[in-house]
């Protein structure tokens, strides 16, 4: 089953917010519905999130009452807006609402209103489809970096889960697996809302793969134990010179395997390479609700006194010099990263 998916004129996903203790698949008939789901994280993962704004963008269409093609752009337009607030950091989010947007507007001269709805139902389904393609591209590429008998540190959830189905860095290591080597994950729990403890390890039991969860705090000891040779993990937004934007604590994780001489890989389309912004300090970094910090129990009692506040980024920056390589569809980039990743974007174009 896909994460997200178009069925019987609803969007549908799968609501990551209660696994792994239950599976339940959520339907949606509105687009600000759809952006308050992926606010809440009903779905998560920068793929994943492009392709569910880009449905949301389709039912904007239907929802829309415009008699013709110029006013229902406008409505589009409008839903745009708030979708593409819903989430600030993964880039894929804008990228399918502007390629949408832009495929609809060379048409929209030459179809009737009715058809451009269609048009843009059948553009976000390519999107959809598009992806699943494209990480098993990277699948391929990725698990070419991954020896018979490693461990590997991977951080968050990069897997189905996260995309619209295979993965991007959890893809690598389930193709790697499938190629019938003998792999070991370490699955960092990833806090704050632990999407390594509940989701990376609810996949890896789907797939058969060893693993063990590890505290974030952890990954060092592994490190420098040389009980890892690899670390893997995706992005939500790539600058142009390679710097990483990813889920908070991989820059900690990319430096202690730095200094212990362990690769690391960052796993990302082409589409989540944002070749606009010259380096990641310019990457927006969203903040979330203190309670995903402050909400967290122990033996069913809050870890925080009462009054306590806190702080939430749901991202950290990656420097480009800690990374070994960033797996796309299209290959492996090495350094130079401001040279070599435009190559790769541009690739197919």
């Known amino acids: 089953m896909r994460t997200v998916f178009w069925e019987n004129s609803e969007l549908k996903m799968i609501d990551q917010r209660i696994l792994p203790g239950r599976f339940e698949v959520v339907s949606y008939h509105g687009h600000k519905e759809v952006a308050r789901a992926i606010t809440d994280m009903v779905v998560r993962g920068a793929p994943a999130i492009g392709a569910a704004a880009a449905f949301g963008l389709a039912l904007a269409g239907y929802e829309s009452a415009a008699s013709s093609p110029d006013d229902l752009i406008t409505d589009l337009q409008s839903a745009v807006s708030i979708l593409k607030v819903s989430r600030p950091t993964a880039v894929n989010l804008a990228w399918a609402l502007d390629r949408v947007m832009r ?4 048409v ?4 009737t209103t009715d058809d451009l709805r269609q048009y843009v139902l059948a553009e976000a389904q390519k999107i959809a489809n598009e992806d699943v393609e494209i990480n098993k591209r990277m699948a391929e590429h990725g698990a ?3 020896n018979d008998g490693d461990t590997i540190i991977h951080h968050c959830n990069t897997g189905a889960l996260a995309t619209v189905d295979w993965g991007t860095a959890l ?4 193709t790697a697996h499938e190629q019938g080597k ?4 370490l699955v960092d729990e990833t806090r704050p809302r632990l999407q390594g403890a509940r989701l990376t390890a609810w996949e890896l039991e789907q797939y058969g793969i060893p693993y063990e969860i590890i505290s974030d705090n952890m990954s060092g000891y592994f490190l420098k134990a040389g009980k890892a040779q690899k670390v893997f993990f995706g992005a939500d937004r790539v600058a142009a010179n390679g710097d990483v934007a990813n889920k908070i604590g991989s820059y900690m994780l990319a430096l202690a395997a730095h200094d ?3 690769p690391v890989y960052s796993v990302v389309p082409t589409s989540t390479i944002d070749l606009s912004l010259a ?3 310019l990457i927006p970094i969203e903040e979330r609700d203190t309670d995903e910090v402050l909400g967290i129990q122990f033996h069913g009692e809050s870890i925080a006194p009462k009054n306590a506040r806190a702080r939430n980024p749901a991202f950290d920056v990656t420097p480009n010099r800690l990374l070994s390589g960033i797996v796309t569809e299209n290959g492996v980039v090495y350094p130079p990263f401001e040279i070599n990743l435009a190559k790769v974007v541009n690739q197919d174009s």
């Open 260 to 262: 212990n001489n362990v």
């Open 108 to 111: 929209k001269d030459s179809i």
């Open 182 to 185: 003998k792999i070991h994950v």
């Open 103 to 106: 495929n609809a507007d060379t």
């Open 144 to 146: 070419a970096l991954i």
């Open 171 to 174: 893809g690598v290591i389930r």
């Open 279 to 281: 380096h990641g300090g």
